[in-house]
């Protein structure tokens, strides 16, 4: 008896009894294997950091691990990102641009156009999947935020999370960012993390890094011959700003003086380094209408004190991240694979103006536009621990894209330019030069690092997977920039796009707009840089080259329309409220029961979202029963109804860390119904009913909406997990298990008022079209 096999043929053990295992014909299937002595890979990336965030780029942050690596690495100074954090992840990722990949912008919207799917193509590789089939272990920790919040629950579909884009091992968080003390919803591989209440001084970026070693260790001491890739992608220094207490104090009074002279001492050190020539200038504050950096001294003391301990905070975040660095080397150096590692170290996007003018403690509801900067003065002792979620002024954001200008988001520099390190087997060794820890001037994007890293590991880059054809990356192997530092840019063209902002780079010449919602899109809002001479884009030349600018204009359009650019953004927000219509079943009414695990975020914020809805909490209770009865959302702002010896309560935190809370007395022993009732009228507002068995025990008015990252943890059922409600409750019980009886809670959702953006979809149909 015998089978045929496509690669060879095997008997059984018919006739077999005698045979030497010498002289045997066993047969097994191929194993994927890395090219022999294949280097180790890892790709750091830090969220939101700036241009000059770092030492060895000019920062006053110690960064004492980063700096050593790149003293024996290369620094590349016109190094660029995508404006944005999922685009950038998606070009990384892949070696396509952003929008061809399917993720043109954050994936929290799915507007039904290809290139805003909000999750990577079918019809692209991940890096992952590529260096799995080229026999690597692979491994990622951090955020992934390549799927589309409508895919981030229980019940999937998983098809773009991390294990199923090519990932052995994933922990981390799906969305685009989360409170790192107390994170919101960690991932292990395809499942969410029980977590009631973290361990006292827990920290995300610690606990990152002892999962990437734990990884790494674990597979280097399974299979020594198997190389690694690890994408490291880090939640800091995103907002919510979060730091250990120790790293925030050993920041104390360092930015008293404000950013404008923090921003002169930063550009004197990189003159100083040779990052910056002599000849270059130090554009003015950022002025332009929306983006204005006021001066520091008009400021009063009261705003300089409290701006001042935002950038403590972030300085101390950005110090996590160098020991995080610190501990992955020192692991690194045990396993004795240090030598023969590739690591690359760089920000996804410049650093972040979503703190707007004045910063808040409070980002969540913040997005929404609203600043209280008393109230913000009256908690600056918590910034950076649990009870906040805060984000710094623009003015800290123009201080960290120094010498660039605008921010995140925006396709001049300040939005793109950003800190790229590269270290390893077949980078600084390799020199002609025999220069290690020197600067690398050519233009490089980021949809060219796949193909580099391919390129320096001899794995071969696809043109099918699974029998399906894939999309030709897009990036150019940098490979010769890294042996020889007079080397060509290998890259010469480039286009930018992030909500309706476009750029396009060729051969040192750029062309780039700043878009105003709601205004046309023109060749009027073209500048013109020649960014050899002007780096820092402070002298515009579009009058003096109409012809040029007509050029570049027209380039940017053909690349817009090879790349699913269109149809651009023109700042109705239509493109964030508009769904498929199967997301009508995430807005349906849900019944909790005890011991369900805590609703996805997002599906439970459709069930909240500007609109009318009710909480109906089926108990049965004894005399001294007590604890939470249902919760959602954290510090960042959220709603809870517990009871205690006083009564039946319903909290409301409007995320600013003040509390307003309907009190009525506690029923008797046995079953009940507690019913909170929150009408919208209009005007982003909920009118609030408690009722007990069918009697109304207590209301309140005039309780703010919450949207659109408000509230941000889901619904518990029977506790409070994680970051709380109620911080008092937490202080003193924990996450406050309800020890009665819960039957169900019953979460129905109601009408939405006239003025609520889901109702007003035609209306900014129509707006959006008077620009086309």
Excluded at 35 to 49: C, E, F, R, S, T
Excluded at 180 to 193: E, K, Q, T
Aim: glycine share 10%; hydrophobic share 40%.
């Amino acid at each position: 008896m015998s089978h045929t096999a496509s690669t060879g043929a095997y008997q059984n053990f018919e006739g077999r009894i005698g045979r030497t295992v010498a002289g045997s014909d066993a047969w097994w299937p191929p194993e994927a294997a890395a090219p022999k002595g294949a280097p180790n890979v890892i790709v750091i990336m830090a969220d939101d950091l700036g241009y000059s965030d770092l030492g060895c780029y000019g920062s006053e942050i110690a960064t004492p691990n980063l700096d050593e690596l790149a003293a024996g690495a290369l620094r590349f100074s016109n190094y660029h990102a995508t404006p944005m954090c999922s685009p950038t992840r998606a070009a990384l990722l892949t070696g396509v641009n952003s929008h061809l990949a399917g993720v043109g912008h954050v994936a929290h919207s799915d507007a039904g156009f290809p290139g805003y799917a909000m999750e990577l193509a079918d019809d692209v590789a991940s890096a992952a999947e590529i260096f799995s089939d080229a026999g690597y272990f692979t491994a990622m920790v951090g955020k992934w935020h390549l799927t589309k919040d409508s895919h981030c629950s229980d019940a999937g579909p998983f098809d773009s999370w991390p294990v199923q884009r090519g990932f052995d091992r994933f922990y981390g968080f799906l969305d685009g960012f989360t409170n790192l003390h107390h994170p919101h919803r960690l991932i292990d591989g395809n499942s969410p993390v029980t977590v009631d209440t973290y361990p006292e001084g827990y920290y995300l970026t610690d606990d990152l890094t002892d999962r990437a070693v734990e990884m790494l260790q674990g597979a280097k001491a399974s299979n020594p011959a198997k190389p690694f890739f690890l994408y490291f992608s880090h939640g800091s220094v995103h907002a919510p700003l979060h730091a250990k207490p120790a790293d925030i104090e050993a920041q104390r009074g360092r930015y008293d003086a404000g950013w404008d002279d923090l921003r002169e001492e930063r550009f004197a050190r990189m003159k100083a380094m040779g990052l910056v020539d002599e000849s270059i200038t130090l554009p003015p504050r950022n002025a332009e209408p929306g983006q204005e950096v006021a001066p520091w001294d008009s400021l009063s003391s009261d705003e300089q004190r409290l701006f001042a301990r935002y950038m403590e905070v972030y300085a101390a975040m950005v110090t996590s991240v160098d020991e995080s660095f610190g501990r992955l080397r020192s692991a690194l150096e045990r396993m004795g694979e240090l030598d023969n590692t590739i690591i690359m170290f760089t920000s996804d996007n410049g650093a972040s103006r979503e703190g707007e003018a004045e910063g808040t403690t409070a980002y969540y509801v913040h997005l929404l536009g609203a600043t209280d900067t008393t109230a913000d003065l009256a908690r600056i002792d918590d910034i950076g621990g649990p009870t906040t979620m805060p984000h710094y002024p623009r003015g800290w954001a123009a201080c960290g894209n120094t010498p660039f200008r605008l921010y995140k988001i925006n396709t001049h520099a300040g939005g793109h330019q950003v800190p790229m390190i590269l270290a390893g087997p077949g980078v600084a060794e390799s020199t002609d030069d025999g220069a290690a820890g020197t600067w690398r001037d050519q233009y490089v994007h980021v949809v060219d690092v796949l193909p580099t890293l391919l390129e320096l590991t001899g794995v071969a880059a696809p043109s099918e997977r699974n029998g399906k054809a894939l999309k030709a990356m897009q990036g150019i192997s940098f490979a010769p920039v890294l042996a020889n530092p007079a080397a060509s840019s290998a890259r010469t063209e480039q286009y930018y796009e992030m909500l309706g902002h476009r750029g396009y780079y060729r051969d040192g010449w750029e062309v780039v707009s700043l878009h105003y919602p709601l205004t046309r899109f023109s060749d009027e809002e073209w500048e013109l840089y020649d960014l050899t001479s002007d780096p820092t884009e402070t002298r515009n030349l579009a009058g003096a080259h109409p012809d040029l600018v007509a050029e570049l204009s027209q380039a940017w359009d053909q690349a817009a329309w090879a790349n699913q650019v269109y149809p651009l953004d023109e700042g109705s927000g239509l493109k964030y409220l508009q769904r498929p219509p199967w997301n009508e079943v995430y807005e349906r009414p849900v019944t909790l029961l005890p011991g369900t695990p805590t609703l996805e975020r997002w599906r439970s914020l459709q069930l909240v979202m500007i609109r009318s809805f009710s909480v109906t909490a089926r108990i049965s209770i004894n005399p001294s029963d007590e604890g939470i009865i249902m919760a959602h959302g954290d510090q960042g702002g959220g709603y809870s109804m517990w009871m205690d010896a006083a009564g039946v309560h319903l909290t409301y935190n409007s995320g600013r860390g003040l509390l307003e809370t309907i009190d009525a007395p506690r029923p008797d022993g046995g079953e009940h119904a507690i019913v909170a009732d929150f009408v919208a009228p209009g005007g982003n507002v909920w009118n609030v009913t408690l009722s007990v068995d069918g009697t109304k025990v207590g209301a309140a008015d005039g309780w703010t909406c919450l949207f659109p990252m408000a509230p941000f943890e889901g619904i518990d059922v029977g506790l409070d997990r994680r970051s709380p409600v109620h911080w008092d409750l937490y202080q003193a019980h924990g996450a406050y298990p309800f020890t009665g009886t819960i039957h169900g809670v019953d979460v129905q959702p109601g009408e939405a008022p006239a003025d609520s953006p889901n109702s007003l979809i035609e209306v900014l149909r129509e707006m959006g079209a008077a620009f086309e």
